[in-house]
């Protein structure tokens, strides 16, 4: 109990700075590809931020394996975070640890009591929207048959893709890129799943209340109406009694 209670205090304080960091991410990933002439010392400052914020993130997971009370069943229950901390390590390409580093801080956001489906829905989709643009501009935009040559071109890209509208106008070429794409499809598919479910489970909650509201007032009339007719036969009994009384 002691051991589970040290991994949700180390949880709490940790959210917000994880979160920093990841936020630290974004932009260390998004510098180089969004402005193509950086110098080289800017971009290998970049590229060290993102793996000291992997390297943040993969010292949080040992440690909260270290505070589990039964660490066989956290690897179990965590095996994303697992594969997201191992990922870059095997190949440690720029887009893996942007994988790598979306999938740890979605684990600990959802793991926030505080931050509610909603929220954790609209993050998903402004992050993945422009990690996925960033993905694919910084695949395509070297590709000599390539159609998406600027940030414009791969935030709308992606955002028709995510929506599964999928004009055609613009489209990777690269194998890499494809690959972007089908995760981006899969993803915005579930979101959409995710986002009908929660606008039904408010509707049926909304029905359960008003049914519940019905009954408790159809209670409510029939406790009333047995205390009027109990009421009915006292006076109806006292009425009777009286006459009795005077005579």
């Known amino acids: 109990m002691e051991r589970q209670s ?40 970049c590229t060290g931020v993102e793996w000291v914020v992997w390297g943040a993130f993969a010292v949080d997971y040992v440690i909260r394996l270290g505070l589990a009370p039964r660490r066989a069943e956290f690897v179990r229950r965590h095996w994303p975070d697992l594969c997201a901390v191992v990922l870059p390590v095997l190949q440690p390409l720029r887009l893996l640890r942007m994988v790598s580093t979306l999938l740890l801080v979605g684990r600990r956001a959802r793991m926030a009591p505080q931050i509610r489906l909603t929220t954790y829905v609209v993050g998903s989709v402004v992050g993945l929207l422009m990690f996925g643009s960033l993905a694919v501009l910084s695949v395509e935009r070297g590709s000599p048959h390539g159609n998406i040559r600027t940030l414009g071109d791969a935030v709308w890209w992606s955002f028709t893709t995510m929506t599964t509208v999928g004009y055609g106008d613009h489209a990777p070429t690269t194998g890499l890129g494809r690959m972007i794409a089908v995760g981006l499809m899969l993803s915005g598919i579930a979101l959409l799943g995710v986002v009908t479910a929660n606008i039904a489970a408010w509707f049926l909650s909304q029905f359960e209340k008003d049914d519940v509201e019905e009954r408790r007032q159809t209670e409510a009339i029939a406790v009333l109406t047995e205390e009027v007719r109990l009421l009915r036969a006292e006076v109806a009994r006292l009425t009777e009694r009286r006459p009795d009384h005077h005579h």
Do not use: H, K
Not at 10 to 15: A, D, I, K
Not at 19 to 24: E, F, I, T
């Open 6 to 45: 040290a991994q949700a205090a180390w949880e709490r304080r940790t959210e917000r700075p994880l979160l920093a960091l990841a936020v630290g991410f974004a932009l260390a990933y998004a510098v180089p590809i969004v402005d193509s002439t950086a110098s080289r010392s800017l971009t290998e400052l």
